[in-house]
């Protein structure tokens, strides 16, 4: 019909869009429920070449409530997003509707690529982003570049491609001094201090924070914190750093300032500041930390907050929930293609087996291969080929401190010295979070 007839094509869907946008008794539906007419309606008035004003009049009015941004930060319901975004394409992620203006293009490349990171299919997210990083978007829409800029980075980081990680947010702090408007140039900052900070380059991923951090105060009269997603950054790295103190108070003032605190996602990154860096209620902080993550349908920040939970529970001698958490960590990470995470999964499986009393000790992360590794020589190998591969020389200390938790355990004096030298090297370096762990190993040496 829709090519023997295009315009009757087009009038039944006019009328259909019509009548679905109508349904809502109320302007702003506040439930996923109430929106699902507006989602129909974007789908006929698409199909009706009414894209402008499905834009306009549904997805950015009514669903997004604008910069709000209500769908995502309120629901977590990036899916719901996506089946809203997908029908502004004339081909599905890289090319919009000419249909729609160009702002209204550039906005859907960005929220695409946003929403489809989101939910792990992170090589689809490439597609967007990429295209709102071509000459005529950066020209015409600097701010929105920069804005693709920052979340290309972030989707490499996840991938474990740190060089294209570090190149596009060196670009995005570039970019981010030519509009007058500088409101992404500290976000541009602690994105390359991510980068920097997974590589290791710890001074100069501390110099990106606080550069944005005296940005932050000048423009906040006085305020230093940043907001939640960049202040969970400088809080990682800060930790590395052993700067506990330091990163509490952050995460305390954070939680008090309410930076952001109708995004889900971002309610669930104060709570996980808190539970990486507090001494107290760091458990109760966490778990608060990874419901607030479900919530928010994020996966590539649930990870974090599980990795996080395992490490605790680990502590705290419960196997079998750890277990779980890393097991979870693990399918995310393995489907999305998340290096870092894959590599973050090895190493605590290893701990974890450590922890149970033995050195083959069975600790199966991926039920579906025959030939999982089960004891932690074999998770120690995958994570060092992983960190190898990927540069992710963050991991390096863990990995010379859990080779030396297996020698002791097996009673090789040598190895295990040799390892605690290594990672002695590396709290030298400046990576103080590995302090306690390498004063507890170097006293269970002295027993053997």
Known sequence: MRKRHPKAWRQAHQRLY??????????????????????AAIAHGCSAGLCQQAFDEIYWKRIQRQEERYLIYT???YGIDIMSLVHFFEITWTKPSVKLDERAQITVLNNSGFALRAVGRLYEAMEPLRT?????????????????ACNLSHLNINLGNFKVAQKISDFAVRNSKTYPEKIWDTASLTTLGDSLHQVGKLD???DCFLEAEKIHIQRYDGVRILHAMQEYRFCNLLCSLGDYCGAEKRAIELLKLGFNQKSLLYRALTFLSLGITSQIDKLKNTDHAVDLLRQASHDEFLPHGLLARSALLIKQSNFDAALTDLKEVHEIAA????????????????????AMGGTIERIILDKTAENAPVIAKDHIKIASRLIDKTGYDRRKPDLALVRARLAIARGEQEEARCQLDIASGYVDEGWKIHE?????????LLKI
């Open 18 to 39: 019509e009548y679905y946008k109508a349904l809502p008794e109320k302007e702003l539906p506040d439930t996923l429920e109430e929106m699902e007419p507006l989602v």
């Open 75 to 77: 629901h977590g319901a």
């Open 436 to 444: 306690v762990e390498l004063a507890e190993l170097t006293k269970m």
């Open 204 to 206: 100069a991923a501390k």
């Open 335 to 354: 489907h999305s293609n998340m290096l870092p995470h894959l590599t973050d999964s090895h190493l605590e499986a290893a701990r974890l087996s450590l």
């Open 132 to 148: 709102g990083l071509e000459e005529p978007w950066v020209q015409k829409f600097p701010c929105m570049a920069t804005i693709s």
